[in-house]
């Protein structure tokens, strides 16, 4: 074992000069082997045409799109309307903020509505308005987007079930010809979704992770060294769906693993996303309204918590390069509270589809490079911003 310690020291080193040319998509590709330490395992499924990259002398702004919830009531008038007015929002937000990157954060179609195995369909829909304004995206699974599908009520009403059109042989879900009420698994949304869209960030992650599927880390790369880091994004699958809601043991493991290796000395700030809210944000919830430190706008919900802690937010809390965590899921939600040094953060309900009739919007993160700073907003569809607030000391 010492031996094969030295050797992954040396990889590490080696590794850290090679990947930092290397990484965009730095996803860890070590399914055949879970010992991170055999230097052999490691191998780096790169894209460096897709690498993050700050435009000169301009900060980088992201746009969280949360809980689209895409796909609901395909049966009536009102679900494919609420569709049309989510790509209001996000077209307006898009206009208003032109962003450089977009992180649909989890509930991006409400599978268990969707009574065809054409959910891709859906889901391509949601992010066709930053696919049309040429803005790159990555996705991160929420608790619906692979839930099994639930047989409304109304179709046992005398109008019975709607005669079902199923997708086309040629549609962008290849194999999905036959008409079938068995949804579509994270993994075929995922492989449909980086199939047909070189600007997709997102990634399967590694197989060891599995059923949990979008896990994966991207880096911001400086406007004059495309080598040189300024943060990296972990995107995390809090399940929820096909399996429990849970950041698992071997996600926690994976998060550990992969910031030893690229980011050893805690030097590169980290950002955070994942859909559902850990346990620690019941912890920091303003009671009655939203007061200092806390920064948001509505508080009109209890949080809706992952199902355990398996460790994740001890390891956030101990590595002082973690700034923020952003998640979506309660759409009554939309504040950023700090805890420890670093800062819990909901987005904002951005779809008409899922609960609630608080007004739409869009959380924005602006990273500066130059010192390293975090400021977020929220930009409502109808253009308004409010809830600013500074994320680094
Ligand atoms: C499948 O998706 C297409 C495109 O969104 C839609 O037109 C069709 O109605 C869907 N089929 C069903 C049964 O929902
Ligand atoms: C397949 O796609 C082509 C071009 O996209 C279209 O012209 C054709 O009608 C499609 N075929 C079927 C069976 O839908
Ligand atoms: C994280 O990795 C370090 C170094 O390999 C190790 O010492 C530590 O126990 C790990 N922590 C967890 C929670 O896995």
């Known amino acids: 074992?010492?031996?094969?310690?030295?050797?992954?020291?040396?990889?590490?080193?080696?590794?850290?000069?090679?990947?930092?040319?290397?990484?965009?998509?730095?996803?860890?590709?070590?399914?055949?082997?879970?010992?991170?330490?055999?230097?052999?395992?490691?191998?780096?499924?790169?894209?460096?045409e897709k690498t993050l990259q700050s435009r000169p002398g301009a900060p980088f702004k992201i746009a969280l799109f949360a809980d689209l919830h895409f796909g609901e009531n395909a049966w009536s008038?009102?679900?494919?309307?609420?569709?049309?007015?989510?790509?209001?929002?996000?077209?307006?937000?898009?206009?208003?903020?032109t962003p450089d990157f977009v992180v649909y954060l989890g509930d991006v179609i409400t599978a268990n509505n969707i009574g065809v195995a054409n959910a891709s369909l859906y889901w391509d829909q949601a992010i066709s308005p930053t696919r049309a304004r040429g803005i790159p995206w990555a996705t991160v699974f929420g608790n619906h987007d692979d839930a099994p599908f639930e047989w409304p009520i109304e179709w046992f009403s005398p109008p019975g079930i709607p005669q079902v059109r199923c997708p086309l042989a040629n549609s962008s879900c290849p194999g999905?010809?036959?008409?079938?009420?068995?949804?579509?698994?994270?993994?075929?949304?995922?492989?449909?979704?980086?199939?047909?869209?070189?600007?997709?960030?997102?990634?399967?992650?590694?197989?060891?992770?599995?059923?949990?599927?979008?896990?994966?880390?991207?880096?911001?790369?400086?406007s004059e060294d495309p080598h040189s880091p300024v943060a990296f994004f972990y995107i995390l699958d809090s399940g929820g769906g096909s399996y429990p809601e849970v950041i698992s043991s071997a996600q926690v493991e994976w998060f550990n693993s992969t910031t030893?290796?690229?980011?050893?000395?805690?030097?590169?700030?980290?950002?955070?996303?994942?859909?559902?809210?850990?346990?620690?944000?019941?912890?920091?919830?303003?009671?009655?309204?939203?007061?200092?430190?806390?920064?948001g706008s509505i508080n009109k919900e209890r949080v809706a918590p992952q199902q355990a802690e398996t460790g994740i937010m001890k390891l956030?809390?101990?590595?002082?390069?973690?700034?923020?965590?952003?998640?979506?899921?309660?759409?009554?939600?939309?504040?950023?509270?700090?805890?420890?040094?670093?800062?819990?953060?909901?987005?904002?309900?951005?779809?008409?589809?899922?609960?609630?009739?608080?007004?739409?919007?869009?959380?924005?993160?602006?990273?500066?490079?130059?010192?390293?700073?975090?400021?977020?907003?929220?930009?409502?569809?109808?253009?308004?911003?409010?809830?600013?607030?500074?994320?680094?000391?």
């Not at 850290?16 to 499924?45: A, E, K, M, Y």
Request: net charge positive.
């Open 77 to 97: 008038d009102w679900g494919p309307r609420q569709d049309v007015n989510s790509i209001r929002v996000m077209s307006n937000v898009l206009g208003y903020e």
């Open 1 to 48: 074992m010492i031996k094969f310690r030295n050797l992954s020291i040396i990889f590490v080193y080696t590794c850290l000069s090679l990947c930092f040319q290397l990484i965009s998509t730095v996803g860890f590709d070590d399914g055949t082997n879970r010992h991170h330490r055999s230097p052999r395992t490691v191998t780096l499924r790169t894209k460096p």
């Open 176 to 222: 999905e010809e036959e008409c079938s009420f068995r949804g579509t698994s994270r993994l075929e949304l995922m492989k449909n979704e980086i199939k047909h869209n070189v600007l997709s960030h997102s990634s399967s992650g590694p197989k060891e992770l599995w059923p949990s599927v979008s896990n994966y880390v991207l880096q911001l790369s400086s």
């Open 316 to 393: 956030l809390v101990e590595r002082p390069s973690v700034k923020a965590v952003f998640v979506g899921h309660n759409h009554g939600l939309d504040w950023c509270c700090p805890y420890s040094q670093l800062w819990l953060c909901f987005a904002r309900h951005t779809g008409y589809g899922g609960y609630g009739g608080w007004a739409k919007g869009s959380r924005i993160l602006e990273i500066t490079q130059r010192p390293f700073s975090i400021k977020s907003w929220i930009r409502m569809e109808d253009g308004h911003v409010h809830s600013e607030v500074i994320l680094t000391p």
């Open 260 to 295: 030893q290796k690229i980011n050893p000395d805690s030097s590169v700030p980290e950002i955070i996303f994942w859909h559902i809210p850990s346990q620690a944000y019941k912890r920091v919830a303003p009671f009655f309204g939203i007061h200092k430190p806390c920064v």
